[in-house]
């Protein structure tokens, strides 16, 4: 069993930044992949990857991020981190981290890839 705590979230102004913080507790398997997602809360939305880092250090991003979002890992406190700057209104979501236990593939952006899931922080961006 794996828990994962988000947080960090808030509001900002368009042009802001906000670092979000994962902590894991439980039992975290060798080669594992955390991800970023986000989810707006709207009909037909779904929840969109936004990055990935696996126990190897690989990284990945959703177009849509690249540039501006940063992920991050300190294995030593178990947490994983997103960096976001220059945040937009379209930024704007429910942002929750994953683990699932395997490395990130190609497939990283699909939810199914993971196996636990935190409870989520809510990211507001004004413009």
């Known amino acids: 069993q794996v828990q994962l705590v988000e947080s960090g979230g808030g509001s900002v102004q368009s042009g802001g930044s906000l670092r979000l913080s994962c902590a894991a507790s439980?039992?975290?398997?060798?080669?594992?992949?955390m991800g970023w997602f986000r989810q707006v809360p709207a009909p037909g939305k779904e929840r969109e990857g936004v990055?990935?880092?696996?126990?190897?250090?690989?990284?990945s991003y959703a177009d849509s991020v690249k540039g501006r979002f940063t992920i991050s890992q300190d294995n030593a406190k178990n947490t994983v981190y997103l960096q976001m700057n220059s945040l937009k209104p379209d930024d704007t979501a429910m942002y929750y981290c994953?683990?699932?236990?395997?490395?990130?593939?190609?497939?990283?952006?699909?939810?199914?890839?993971?196996?636990?899931w935190g409870q989520g922080t809510q990211v507001t961006v004004s413009s």
């Open positions: 994953a683990v699932g236990y395997d490395y990130c593939s190609g497939s990283w952006s699909l939810i199914y890839e993971y196996n636990y």
């Open positions: 439980g039992y975290i398997s060798r080669s594992y992949c």
């Open positions: 990055a990935a880092i696996d126990s190897d250090g690989r990284i």
